[in-house]
């Protein structure tokens, strides 16, 4: 009897069948698992061949698995093109689209949303310490239904708050977000969350050509809300279609690249990355945001895995253990951020790892819709190698499937093993899963294993898995050349594969190199080393105007609710305190590298104990006094203090190197003011004039101011053109000096002139105040001698301003040309206009101004607010620009931080912390 008629024969009597059809699956003929097992042992009676219990499923027709069992009597298949495992079967470089070289791809930054881990520190740290993060689910679900008390349902890797969320972050309004799948709501975060692990501010990738690439395929949401007698609404759809994870991504930050929803079951994350990582290598996009989501919010799929005999009754994954008994379901999200190695190389990012290449395939027609194919893992992991240009036996480590059913972990050894396990190596090859620690994230599966993998090469440390210290008993490791990774291992490994396969037969594998260079990131357990910025990120310092000395450290903190920034000072304050912690890049990641939201503060110190006890008085101040949001207006800077003929010739602008300073830490006024002399200082700092021009005329006038009998000065509550017809009245040698706002001004004249006038506006009842004696400019003395400073400045040439100048002269803006000889004579002559200069850059959305000076312009501001909010910093000399540049950054001014912060690398500190108080409930019920 020929082999096919054998098999026939055995089916139909195992089966109780009459006939069976050579060319129909075995599945058909209701043969499973243990029908497999009993066959394959007849089998191997009558041909004298031993045959695995995937047999059945790697060839799923009677015929097909004749004609496997001929070819292995008479001595094997031949190979198939490119199945050569030797050193040099494929080429040294990856290839692309159209055979052209691919460029890795870069993975800048992780973020994740799992059982036991909110970000990639604590990742680590459960991976590392073999931690068990399976357990009951939460209650809350647990109460709504009955389902969730069957073996294997109600346990699993579950997050305590699935449906928690930050609307009002990204400007979604409560219906909206009731309405929205809590995938969606993840996604949302985490997407941010990887934007900033991986140093990327909205302002970088907003309007840009990056892309979103997003794994789900749960429906719990959608089939929950109108089974539970919810009303849809206008936001349903949306709130509730796959394509929208994606989407809404895109639309909330506006980013401009491909933006797709890929639902291959449980390899959807990494197939979502495969396809990043092709559009990123083809210029379809610059950055990309790619991922995967599982939320299990009922306990009605898992039941039918239960039916089906996948699930384990305990919700564990014994990936590849002897135990193995089924799957155990989890949820959460991870999403990467990914650009093309050389732009994260000029844009000084941290990369974890780099994506070397990868293939997707399909088991096409297997015994069953969900029976995997182990020919067909063998044909991914070739393709894949091939794509990344690497020989399979350069491969040191797989974060495999291992879902912990009994026959899929099967197929996988063998696949692994024929191709990766028997290539050669010195060693075994170590093969782990994820699932084993949480359980199986399904749709989010590959991201998480991507992930793991990118730390495991990023630290040097191969983490070991669960439930495997006595490994399955039905595949010959010792001849596989496989073996299972229970604890971790140091690694100095450079390749590393991934494999994830859906229960509908897309098969997904990713081959990960380890970065550049090897660093350790920041994060709970495991403190960062010194790490040097790339040249290309150094900021470069031109001569001229300090800014504060590079040993100075600034942290500056923000938050978009007040709630928000006192959890991430305290998250701060703790890191602080790590012995370890490289400051230089913590603070240059915090200040370069990361977006600033309203509620903000900063302090800054030249250690990280001095950052700390900042820190911890800003943090008391906060409870004492809640923070105001920023809303910063325009700024203008006051220079008040006045140049003299005295002063040697560089220093005779006081107040230039303080406000040059400024200008190089990144403040840029719009309006620029002088008080005074020291509008001279002003005009300079527009550009209209040079600083000798400045520095002379300062000097001519003073000596001119020096010749003239000095004043006294009387402030008095009265309107400006009152006191004029006052002075003109009471004598001769009285002049109205300067006008503070429309009901104050100063009258300057000789004492005795001044005591008259002061005894009349008393007995008048007219508020007065004696200043003592002021210079000689704007009284009548100076009215008479300013033409002769008008001659000796004749040949005065001003320039078009940069910065636009208010002048005292005139109470408004004037052009930078126009600051010429006429000018100053007039600026000696005439009234100084404070008042007025204030009001016109309050008008104009002035809210901040930064005195340069001795400290005299708080009343004078505050006379003219006209309760429009103005806020004064003021910032006297060099040692106070600091403590000014903390002030400007909380009322809403951002610095540039590459200078204050230089490029130090970036490292993985405090994310920014999420504001709850929303809840679904209380929108839906």
Same mark, same amino acid.
């Given at each position: 009897?020929?082999?096919?008629?054998?098999?026939?024969?055995?089916?139909?009597?195992?089966?109780?069948?009459? %006939?069976?059809? =050579?060319?129909?699956?075995?599945?058909?003929? *209701?043969?499973?698992?243990?029908?497999?097992?009993?066959?394959?042992?007849?089998?191997?009676?009558?041909? *004298?061949?031993?045959?695995?219990?995937?047999?059945?499923? /790697?060839? =799923?027709?009677?015929?097909?698995?004749?004609?496997?069992?001929?070819?292995?009597?008479?001595?094997?298949? &031949?190979?198939?093109?490119?199945?050569?495992?030797?050193?040099?079967?494929?080429?040294?470089?990856?290839?692309?689209?159209?055979?052209?070289?691919?460029?890795?791809?870069?993975?800048?930054?992780?973020?994740?949303?799992?059982?036991?881990?909110?970000?990639?520190?604590?990742?680590?740290?459960?991976?590392?310490?073999?931690?068990?993060?399976?357990?009951?689910?939460?209650?809350?679900?647990?109460?709504?239904?009955?389902?969730?008390?069957?073996?294997?349902?109600?346990?699993?890797?579950?997050?305590?708050?699935?449906?928690?969320?930050?609307?009002?972050?990204?400007?979604?309004?409560?219906?909206?977000?009731?309405?929205? %799948?809590?995938?969606?709501?993840?996604?949302?975060?985490?997407?941010?969350?990887?934007?900033?692990?991986?140093?990327?501010?909205?302002?970088?990738?907003?309007?840009? &050509?990056?892309?979103?690439?997003?794994?789900?395929?749960?429906?719990? +949401?959608?089939?929950?809300?109108?089974?539970?007698?919810?009303?849809?609404?206008?936001?349903?759809?949306?709130?509730?279609?796959?394509?929208?994870?994606?989407?809404?991504?895109? +639309?909330?930050?506006?980013?401009?690249?491909?933006?797709?929803?890929?639902?291959?079951?449980?390899?959807?994350?990494?197939?979502?990355?495969?396809?990043?990582?092709?559009?990123?290598?083809?210029?379809?996009?610059?950055?990309?945001?790619?991922?995967?989501?599982?939320?299990?919010?009922?306990?009605?799929?898992?039941?039918?895995?239960?039916?089906?005999?996948?699930?384990?009754?305990?919700?564990?994954?014994?990936?590849?253990?002897?135990?193995?008994?089924?799957?155990?379901?989890?949820? *959460?999200?991870?999403?990467? &951020?990914?650009?093309?190695?050389?732009?994260?190389?000029?844009?000084?990012?941290?990369? +974890?790892?780099?994506?070397?290449?990868?293939?997707?395939?399909?088991?096409?027609?297997?015994?069953?819709?969900?029976?995997?194919?182990?020919?067909?893992?063998? $044909?991914?992991?070739?393709?894949?190698?091939?794509?990344?240009?690497?020989?399979?036996?350069?491969?040191?480590?797989?974060?495999?499937?291992?879902?912990?059913?009994?026959?899929?972990?099967?197929?996988?050894?063998?696949?692994?093993?024929?191709?990766?396990?028997?290539?050669?190596?010195?060693? @075994?090859?170590?093969?782990?899963?994820?699932?084993?620690?949480?359980?199986?994230?399904?749709?989010?599966?590959?991201?998480?294993?991507?992930?793991?993998?990118?730390?495991?090469?990023?630290?040097?440390?191969?983490?070991?898995?669960?439930?495997?210290?006595?490994?399955?008993?039905?595949?010959?490791?010792?001849?596989?050349?496989?073996?299972?990774?229970?604890?971790?291992?140091?690694?100095?490994?450079?390749?590393?594969?991934?494999?994830?396969?859906?229960?509908?037969?897309?098969?997904?594998?990713?081959?990960?190199?380890?970065?550049?260079?090897?660093?350790?990131?920041?994060?709970?357990?495991?403190?960062?080393?010194?790490?040097?910025? @790339?040249?290309?990120?150094?900021?470069?310092?031109?001569?001229?105007?300090?800014?504060?000395?590079?040993?100075?450290?600034?942290?500056?903190?923000?938050?978009?609710?007040?709630?928000?920034?006192?959890?991430?000072?305290?998250?701060?304050?703790?890191?602080?305190?790590?012995?370890?912690?490289?400051?230089?890049?913590?603070?240059?990641?915090? *200040?370069?590298?990361?977006?600033?939201? &309203? +509620?903000?503060?900063?302090?800054?110190?030249?250690?990280?104990?001095?950052?700390?006890? /900042?820190?911890?008085?800003?943090?008391?101040?906060?409870?004492?006094? =809640?923070?105001?949001?920023?809303?910063?207006?325009?700024?203008?800077?006051?220079?008040?203090?006045?140049?003299?003929?005295?002063?040697?010739?560089?220093?005779?602008?006081?107040?230039?190197?303080?406000?040059?300073?400024?200008?190089?830490?990144?403040?840029?006024?719009?309006?620029?003011?002088?008080?005074?002399?020291? /509008?001279?200082?002003?005009?300079?700092?527009?550009?209209?004039?040079?600083?000798?021009?400045?520095?002379?005329?300062?000097?001519? $006038?003073?000596?001119?101011?020096?010749?003239?009998?000095?004043?006294?000065?009387? $402030?008095?509550?009265?309107?400006?053109?009152?006191?004029?017809?006052?002075?003109? #009245?009471?004598?001769?040698?009285?002049?109205?000096?300067?006008?503070?706002?429309?009901?104050?001004?100063?009258?300057?004249?000789?004492?005795?002139?001044?005591?008259?006038?002061?005894?009349?506006?008393?007995?008048?009842?007219?508020?007065?105040?004696?200043?003592?004696?002021?210079?000689?400019?704007?009284?009548?003395?100076?009215?008479?001698?300013?033409?002769?400073?008008?001659?000796?400045?004749?040949?005065?040439?001003?320039?078009?301003?940069?910065?636009?100048?208010?002048?005292?002269?005139?109470?408004?803006?004037?052009?930078?040309?126009?600051?010429?000889?006429?000018?100053?004579?007039?600026?000696?002559?005439?009234?100084?206009?404070?008042?007025?200069?204030?009001?016109?850059?309050?008008?104009?959305?002035?809210?901040?101004?930064?005195?340069?000076?001795?400290?005299?312009?708080?009343?004078?501001?505050?006379?003219?607010?006209?309760?429009?909010?103005? #806020?004064?910093?003021?910032?006297?000399?060099?040692?106070?620009?600091?403590?000014?540049?903390?002030?400007?950054?909380?009322?809403?001014?951002?610095? %540039?931080?590459?200078?204050?912060?230089?490029?130090?690398?970036?490292?993985?500190?405090?994310?920014?912390?999420?504001?709850?108080?929303?809840?679904?409930?209380?929108?839906?019920?």
């Amino acid at each position: 009897m020929n082999l096919l008629d054998l098999l026939l024969e055995l089916v139909a009597e195992r089966m109780g069948v009459a %006939d069976v059809d =050579p060319d129909r699956l075995f599945i058909d003929y *209701g043969i499973g698992s243990t029908d497999a097992v009993a066959l394959a042992g007849v089998l191997a009676e009558h041909t *004298g061949t031993e045959l695995p219990n995937s047999a059945f499923y /790697e060839h =799923p027709t009677p015929r097909a698995l004749a004609a496997h069992l001929e070819e292995v009597r008479v001595g094997g298949p &031949a190979p198939a093109p490119g199945d050569s495992t030797g050193p040099g079967a494929f080429p040294s470089a990856s290839t692309g689209i159209g055979g052209l070289a691919a460029e890795p791809v870069a993975i800048v930054g992780i973020g994740c949303r799992l059982p036991g881990a909110g970000g990639p520190g604590e990742l680590w740290e459960l991976l590392t310490s073999g931690t068990d993060l399976v357990g009951p689910v939460p209650a809350a679900r647990a109460e709504r239904d009955e389902g969730w008390a069957e073996p294997g349902v109600g346990m699993g890797g579950f997050l305590p708050e699935v449906e928690a969320f930050d609307p009002a972050f990204f400007s979604i309004n409560a219906r909206e977000a009731a309405a929205m %799948d809590p995938q969606q709501r993840m996604l949302l975060e985490v997407a941010h969350e990887a934007l900033q692990d991986a140093g990327l501010r909205l302002a970088d990738v907003t309007r840009t &050509a990056t892309g979103v690439f997003v794994g789900i395929s749960s429906s719990d +949401y959608l089939v929950g809300r109108f089974s539970g007698g919810l009303a849809p609404d206008a936001y349903t759809p949306t709130g509730t279609a796959h394509s929208v994870a994606a989407n809404r991504i895109s +639309y909330v930050f506006d980013l401009h690249g491909p933006s797709m929803a890929i639902d291959t079951a449980c390899s959807s994350s990494l197939v979502a990355i495969h396809q990043a990582a092709l559009a990123l290598r083809t210029g379809q996009c610059d950055v990309a945001l790619a991922g995967g989501v599982n939320a299990v919010l009922s306990p009605d799929i898992g039941r039918c895995f239960r039916t089906a005999g996948v699930l384990a009754p305990d919700g564990r994954c014994k990936s590849f253990g002897a135990g193995a008994d089924g799957m155990g379901r989890s949820e *959460g999200t991870v999403m990467v &951020a990914l650009k093309r190695l050389p732009d994260a190389l000029a844009a000084g990012d941290r990369v +974890y790892a780099l994506i070397r290449g990868g293939a997707v395939n399909s088991d096409g027609r297997t015994n069953g819709l969900m029976s995997p194919s182990a020919p067909a893992q063998v $044909r991914l992991l070739r393709a894949a190698c091939q794509a990344a240009g690497v020989a399979p036996g350069q491969v040191e480590y797989v974060e495999a499937h291992g879902s912990g059913t009994r026959l899929g972990d099967l197929m996988e050894l063998r696949a692994l093993s024929e191709v990766l396990g028997t290539a050669q190596r010195p060693e @075994p090859l170590p093969i782990g899963s994820l699932k084993s620690n949480l359980g199986h994230l399904e749709a989010a599966a590959g991201a998480a294993g991507v992930a793991k993998v990118a730390l495991a090469l990023f630290h040097g440390v191969l983490p070991g898995g669960l439930h495997a210290d006595r490994p399955a008993e039905d595949f010959a490791w010792d001849a596989g050349g496989l073996r299972v990774l229970t604890g971790p291992e140091p690694w100095d490994g450079r390749l590393a594969g991934v494999s994830s396969f859906g229960f509908g037969g897309t098969n997904a594998h990713l081959i990960l190199q380890a970065p550049p260079s090897r660093r350790p990131a920041l994060d709970a357990a495991t403190p960062p080393s010194k790490e040097a910025a @790339p040249p290309s990120r150094q900021v470069a310092q031109s001569s001229g105007g300090r800014v504060p000395a590079p040993s100075r450290r600034f942290l500056p903190l923000s938050a978009h609710t007040p709630q928000a920034l006192r959890e991430l000072a305290e998250r701060w304050r703790d890191l602080l305190a790590e012995p370890a912690l490289d400051l230089a890049a913590a603070c240059h990641t915090a *200040g370069a590298r990361r977006d600033h939201h &309203a +509620y903000r503060l900063a302090v800054s110190g030249t250690d990280a104990a001095q950052l700390a006890g /900042e820190l911890e008085r800003a943090l008391t101040d906060l409870v004492a006094t =809640p923070p105001a949001g920023s809303a910063a207006g325009g700024l203008a800077l006051v220079f008040t203090a006045e140049p003299t003929a005295s002063e040697p010739p560089t220093g005779g602008l006081p107040g230039a190197e303080v406000a040059e300073a400024l200008r190089r830490a990144g403040v840029v006024p719009e309006m620029v003011i002088g008080d005074g002399a020291a /509008e001279l200082v002003a005009a300079h700092y527009s550009g209209a004039l040079s600083a000798a021009d400045a520095r002379a005329v300062a000097a001519r $006038r003073a000596r001119l101011l020096a010749g003239l009998p000095a004043p006294h000065a009387l $402030r008095v509550r009265m309107a400006a053109r009152l006191a004029e017809a006052l002075c003109r #009245r009471m004598g001769s040698g009285l002049a109205v000096s300067a006008v503070e706002s429309p009901q104050t001004c100063v009258i300057a004249g000789p004492p005795e002139a001044l005591a008259r006038v002061r005894a009349a506006l008393s007995d008048g009842g007219v508020l007065c105040a004696d200043l003592g004696p002021v210079t000689a400019a704007h009284g009548e003395p100076a009215v008479k001698a300013a033409p002769e400073l008008a001659a000796a400045l004749a040949g005065l040439a001003p320039q078009e301003g940069r910065v636009t100048l208010v002048s005292t002269v005139t109470g408004g803006p004037v052009a930078g040309k126009a600051l010429d000889a006429a000018h100053w004579a007039g600026q000696l002559a005439r009234p100084g206009l404070l008042g007025d200069a204030l009001s016109y850059a309050l008008d104009r959305g002035v809210r901040t101004f930064v005195e340069i000076g001795p400290g005299v312009l708080g009343p004078r501001l505050r006379a003219v607010d006209g309760g429009r909010k103005a #806020r004064l910093v003021r910032c006297a000399g060099q040692a106070d620009v600091p403590s000014a540049l903390i002030r400007l950054y909380e009322l809403g001014h951002d610095p %540039d931080w590459a200078v204050l912060t230089p490029a130090a690398g970036v490292t993985s500190v405090p994310l920014l912390p999420w504001s709850r108080e929303w809840s679904c409930v209380e929108v839906t019920a």
